[in-house]
């Protein structure tokens, strides 16, 4: 089991920036990725980035590309998304997950491929 504790969000203008969190406990050794989510109200839950713990690489939605990064510390362990320019479209639940299991390919964007989740945490962008 891989328990996952996201902080970091809270309320921003448009423009603004925030940085999430992610935290990993238990049998972290066992993480084959970590990839943040969101979901909106009303909408359906958004891939936005995925890494590949052992190796670093790492995936973009391309939503999000030139605003947000996303980084880790393999140590610790964390998992960091850095957002910036946010604009009130960005306001959701953002949502750490992580795997176990090998992809095979490329790092997944589908939900259904990550076995733990976090509780989420709530980026509220004003206008």
């Known amino acids: 089991q891989v328990q996952l504790v996201e902080s970091g969000g809270g309320l921003v203008q448009t423009g603004g920036s925030l940085r999430l969190s992610c935290t990993a406990s238990?049998?972290?050794?066992?993480?084959?990725?970590m990839a943040w989510f969101r979901r909106a109200p009303g909408k359906e839950r958004e891939f936005i980035a995925a890494?590949?713990?052992?190796?670093?690489?790492?995936r973009l939605a391309d939503f999000v590309t030139g605003r947000f990064t996303v980084s880790r510390d393999n140590a610790k362990p964390v998992l960091w998304l850095e957002m910036n320019n946010l604009t009130p479209e960005d306001t959701a639940v953002y949502y750490c997950?992580?795997?176990?299991?090998?992809?095979?390919?490329?790092?997944?964007?589908?939900?259904?491929?990550?076995?733990?989740w976090g509780q989420g945490t709530q980026v509220t962008v004003s206008s």
């Open positions: 997950a992580a795997s176990s299991l090998a992809f095979g390919g490329p790092l997944s964007s589908l939900p259904e491929k990550y076995g733990y």
């Open positions: 238990g049998r972290t050794f066992t993480t084959y990725a």
């Open positions: 890494v590949n713990w052992r190796r670093g690489n790492s």
